[in-house]
């Protein structure tokens, strides 16, 4: 049996794309990073510094005239530093899609797609309040990927238990021009 070499690509592609975890057969029309101000990023990222110090120090602290940690301690801090290293990096992975099924938003592990076929509505909304909170947020029966304090697109499903989902997407009127435009 013989393969051509169009064969083993698109075999390489579809493999790719379960890998991936994007449907085969859904092309990407839009694609954009959330937002992150300055600020956030220092919030976010400051107590991970803080915690690598003190598992740093927990560890070769004897070399520098400290008293070494207990295991206990050390591995507990360990533990603390990787789940917040993962929760920061899910955090900073977070991006929103426009597909040609429909809309898609993602925070590793999480990923929420709304077909085109479901949209009944899609708006900019002005300044998210600050107690809503950032990541993946439920915010009453709204499901909200929240990056930032500023303008959002909002998505109003004709069906479902999360009936609104707000994106924080870096230019909200370009990605809600876009989404209309593929509705029709």
């Known amino acids: 049996m013989k393969i051509s070499t169009t064969e083993v690509i698109r075999i390489a592609y579809v493999s790719a794309l379960r890998g991936s975890g994007q449907s085969i057969g859904s092309g ?3 694609e954009e990073k959330a937002p992150y101000s300055n600020i956030m990023k220092l919030i976010v990222v400051l107590p991970f510094f803080v915690l690598s110090f003190s598992y740093f120090f927990a560890v070769f602290g004897n070399y520098f005239g400290f008293e070494k ?12 530093v990787s789940i917040y290293a993962l929760a920061m990096w899910s955090f900073f992975s977070m991006k929103f899609k426009i597909t040609d099924n429909g809309v898609e938003a993602v925070m590793p592990p999480f990923k929420f797609s ?11 909304i002005e300044n998210i309040p600050w107690y809503v909170g950032w990541g993946v947020r439920l915010w009453g029966r709204r499901l909200a990927f929240i990056s ?7 998505i109003e499903k004709k069906s479902g238990f999360f009936k609104r989902s707000v994106f924080t997407t870096q230019n909200p009127a370009e990605f ?6 593929n509705l029709e």
């Open 69 to 80: 940690a207990p295991d206990q301690a050390q591995f507990a801090l360990f533990l603390a």
């Open 114 to 124: 709304i077909p085109f076929s479901e949209i009944k509505e899609i708006k900019t």
């Open 148 to 154: 930032m304090r500023k303008s959002a697109v909002e």
């Open 176 to 181: 809600v021009k876009i989404v209309r435009e």
């Open 28 to 30: 990407v029309i839009y």
